[in-house]
Each structure stands twice: as C-alpha cells, then as structure tokens.
C-alpha cells in the first residue's frame, strides 16, 4: 500500500494474529450462548475476562485508554463501547453488541457480534440481518489490488439499500502489533478510492449499523456512544487479512 505508516504483516505474525482471533471467536462464541434475561452485563464481562484468562491470552481493550472492563456490551441504542454494568440486565426482546479483543504475544485480533435476547421484534432481526450482511460484503472486497473504497462502498450500499444507515463517527482499521492502526477502514465510501490493497495488510472491518440516522452522542460516563435519535443499532465485526488467494478471517473459531 502507499503510506508508509501502514504496516503489511508476515506469515508469522499472520498466524500469532490467528491465534489470537480464535481466542476472540471461542469466547464470543460461549458469551452468545450466555445471553438470556436476567444476566447483568457485567456477568458477561467476568465471563469474557476468564475464557480470555483460560486460553492463556490477554484482553485487549481493559485499560486501554483507560476503558475499565474487558467487554463492550451496548444495549439497544447503544452502538458501540457500553460498560458493563452490575445494574444493567437484560430483558427478553432487546438486542446486545459484544465487542472484544484479545492479545496472543503481542498480537491483536478484534471482533464483534449482535445477539438477540430471546425473541426479538422483527424489525430487530432484519437489522441484525442487513448488518451481518454487510459485513460480508465489505470482507468480500478485501482483496489483492482492490482499494480501501471498495471495502467501504460493499458496507455502504448493503446498509442503504436497505433504508438503514452507517455509524460515520465511528470506523474500522488496522490492527497488529497495537489494537489500532493505519488504515481507518470507514463504512462509507466511493468504489475505487483509497489505498490499494496489499497482501499483509490486516484490517478490522466493524460495519455499526442503525434503524435510523447515522448521528451519535456519548454519554457522560465518556465512553457509551447512543444513536442520537434513539433507534436500535447493531454491531459486527472481523479481522481480516488480504491474501493472495482472497480475503482470510482470522476472527473465527
């Protein structure tokens, strides 16, 4: 790629970034089947701490920038950084974002999902449809020689063409040796731009999608970003690196 801030990584660091992609994958996985009514989510952040622990790995986001706890679980409205709470509980019908982060000898992975809370109104489930969707499609353009652009337009266009929108504050990016890094990875763009993709380079793609406008506020706790209208959002995420025989997800049990 053309900036030389942008860090392409080697066989070997790929596959420390692996390893640290399936512990993220294995615990959102026991975490997804935790999620009931009833469960605080800070049970679920103390869960996530020890499947972390027991996979001889570290979390990546506890601390870092000062954020206190091991898991961002947003709720409904929330979009994305919500801090577990003992006082927060789930109720059946609401929607919860699972963003996490492991280190496996200095390497990152990041990865994220929406998981429904029992049932869930339909206009949920196709929210969650359309941003699974979306994620796909934006890893499909992770490819030899396409642009960052063409990234972005695939999560654009799969949003949109549904009448729901993407989260411009917030963005995809690199990642590596630190959590984040050069490229950002916007869930917007025009198809052609940006920099070429070279193989190495390793992104995290993470559409935020919401019901309605793309606008956010963060709550005074400084952390917690809520759709400024008050419409439900959902959240999902890989790392991805671009090979020479197509996008690979290192983010996958």
């Known amino acids: 790629m053309a900036s030389a801030t942008v860090e392409l990584k080697g066989p070997g660091e790929i596959g420390w970034m692996r390893e640290a992609g399936r512990v993220v994958a294995e615990t959102l996985n026991v975490l997804e089947t935790a999620v009931r009514a009833g469960v605080s989510t800070l049970e679920l952040d103390r869960l996530a701490g020890a499947e972390i622990s ?8 506890l601390g870092y920038r000062g954020f206190p706890a091991t898991l961002c679980v947003s709720v409904n409205e ?12 789930l109720r059946e019908g609401d929607l919860v974002s699972l963003d ?28 969650m449809e359309v941003a699974r969707r979306s994620l796909a499609a934006g890893i499909r353009e992770a490819r030899v020689d396409r642009r960052l652009g063409d990234v972005s337009r695939a999560v654009q266009e799969t949003v949109e063409g549904q009448g729901m929108s993407v989260v411009r504050e917030f963005v995809g990016h ?4 630190a959590l984040h890094e050069d490229p950002a990875v ?28 793309p606008e956010v506020r963060v709550l005074a706790d400084g952390w917690t970003a809520v759709t400024a209208d008050g419409t439900w ?5 890989h790392t991805v690196a671009v090979a020479e025989d197509g996008p690979q997800i290192l983010t996958q049990a």
Do not use: C, W
Request: proline letters at 9%; a positive charge.
């Open 186 to 213: 916007p869930n917007y763009g025009r198809a052609g731009t940006g920099p070429r993709l070279s193989p190495g380079l390793v992104i995290a793609i993470e559409p935020m999608v919401t019901l309605g406008g």
């Open 233 to 237: 959002a959902a959240h999902f995420e």
């Open 54 to 61: 027991r996979r001889k790995a570290k979390p990546a986001f």
């Open 78 to 89: 929330e979009v994305v950084h919500g801090i577990p709470s003992p006082k927060r509980m």
């Open 100 to 127: 996490l982060g492991a280190v496996v000898k200095g390497f990152y992975a990041d990865a994220a999902l929406t998981v429904a809370v029992g049932k869930v109104s339909p206009e949920a489930e196709r929210l």
């Open 174 to 177: 690199g990642i590596g040796r």
